[in-house]
């Protein structure tokens, strides 16, 4: 077995104990009312999943772990995937046996290619990547064992298995993607030599520099995962719970941070970004970009890049980022206009409508699309690729802990219109 394997199996003990004991301490507890504006509103605010691979504190971020987006930011991507499925880092010969394994399964069918090529050729790419993974489905190894009669005690380990292939196929998929789509449709074979994120960097085929490798691992570490209730993550779980396998999961949760509210919003970023640069030049003055900003907003459109759901402070992960451009490209100009709207745009929406912005301060994608501008990776269509990259890791995580504690098939209750007024109407 595995240390990854052995790694989730005590996870999965410890994550059960956790259950057994909160279920004996008051599993008729409640813990959230819903009402009728949740109902109606994207069930905002209510607790009704229990997600152990990330948590997200709206005061102080993202937590993979027990570990702040600071403590885990310098780890390579093998390591958070070791962490999320794990709760542990893993030490040096585990994560060596799990690059291994990944470099051993990295190699893509034909047929997905084929498929890929056959497509219009301005399908978008994440529609590239979702049907990729899609593709290969008939590969599931949970999809061969379930049909042989597994116990549901395996369900996990199969799904490990699958987690495995689709991982480790995923820089040379995305890799491949960007260079049929922008590129002259070559491919650039893997390399075993390098890591995980350093083959997407590799097999990208745009930039040979170290700083560029640097921050695919880093995209790839913070994008990984937020927790469970996000389109994407709650998209791939509920698919998963029918127990579809994890190539019609993945899919599925990629089909949902295609969305522009979710991951699609970090190409709007950096295209907000350089308007600003054609329009008021590269190093425009504070006064000025501050009567652009409330144009934009008197004109009826969001800032991009500001504001979350959860989040009630600067995303720690827009910061692990604006550090990495401090260092590698300081005086890169869409880097230092993203600068500068973090210098103005949370005032200006503290403000604005009342104060009825929850959150002013910016998102990761407020400095992710500059990062990836200054390497020369300027085909926005692309940026959601690669956070469906990082995310994957989650989706898959949560998917296997989720099958290894045995959680049943997800089927909340729907109710009509009728049903609300009558209710309201039997309270008086
Ligand atoms: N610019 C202008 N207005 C904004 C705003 C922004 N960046 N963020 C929120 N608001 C407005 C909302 O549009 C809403 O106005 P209405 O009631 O008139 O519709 C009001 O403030 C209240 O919204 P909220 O409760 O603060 O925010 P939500 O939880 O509804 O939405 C989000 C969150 C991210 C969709 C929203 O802040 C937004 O559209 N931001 C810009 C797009 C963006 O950066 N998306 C990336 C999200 C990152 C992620 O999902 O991880």
Not at 178 to 202: E, K, M, Q, T, V
Not at 226 to 254: C, I, K, P, Q
């Amino acid at each position: 077995m595995t240390d990854l394997k052995k790694g989730i199996q005590n996870h999965l003990l410890e994550l059960q104990l956790e259950i057994d004991d909160i279920f004996a301490k008051g599993r008729d507890s409640v813990v959230s009312e819903v009402n009728i504006g949740q109902i109606y509103g994207g069930m905002r605010g209510v607790v009704a999943l229990a997600c152990n691979t990330s948590y997200v504190d709206p005061y102080s971020g993202l937590y993979i772990g027990e570990y702040t987006t600071d403590e885990f930011s310098n780890k390579l991507p093998e390591e958070i995937f070791f962490l999320l499925s794990t709760g542990k880092f893993p030490d040096k010969k585990s994560l060596l046996n799990f690059q291994s394994e990944l470099n051993q399964r990295a190699q893509i069918p034909q047929y997905v290619w084929d498929v890929l090529r056959s497509l219009p050729k301005d399908t978008h790419p994440m529609t590239m990547l979702s049907l990729g993974i899609l593709s290969m489905e008939n590969e599931s190894v949970f999809k061969k064992a379930y049909q042989k009669g597994m116990k549901k005690s395996d369900y996990w380990k199969y799904s490990l298995e699958d987690s495995m292939n689709i991982l480790a196929k995923l820089p040379a998929l995305a890799g491949g993607i960007y260079r049929i789509r922008f590129g002259d449709g070559h491919l650039i074979p893997h390399d075993p030599s390098l890591d995980w994120s350093g083959n997407l960097a590799h097999m990208l085929g745009v930039n040979d520099d170290k700083g560029f490798a640097d921050l695919m691992r880093l995209y790839l570490v913070l994008h990984c995962d937020h927790e469970g209730g996000n389109v994407s993550a709650f998209t791939s779980r509920v698919v998963n719970s029918a127990l579809s396998d994890l190539y019609y999961a993945v899919s599925a949760g990629l089909n949902g941070l295609a969305g522009p509210l979710h991951g699609l919003a970090n190409q709007e970023c950096l295209r907000f970004i350089l308007e600003i640069h054609d329009k008021l030049g590269a190093d425009p003055d504070e006064q000025v970009l501050r009567a652009y900003i409330l144009d934009v907003l008197n004109s009826g459109h969001v800032i991009p890049g500001y504001g979350h759901a959860v989040l009630r402070v600067t995303d720690p992960r827009f910061t692990a980022f604006m550090n990495f451009g401090e260092t590698n490209c300081a005086t890169n100009p869409c880097f230092k206009i993203a600068k500068k709207l973090f210098s103005i745009v949370p005032d200006i929406l503290m403000h604005y409508k009342e104060g009825k912005v929850a959150n002013p301060w910016p998102n990761v994608d407020a400095m992710s699309g500059s990062l990836l501008n200054h390497y020369g990776v300027n085909e926005f269509d692309f940026y959601t690729v690669l956070f469906g990259v990082s995310r994957v890791m989650g989706f898959c995580a949560q998917n296997i802990l989720a099958q290894g504690l045995g959680q049943p098939i997800i089927r909340p209750k729907s109710v009509t219109n009728k049903w609300v007024l009558e209710r309201l109407r039997a309270k008086g």
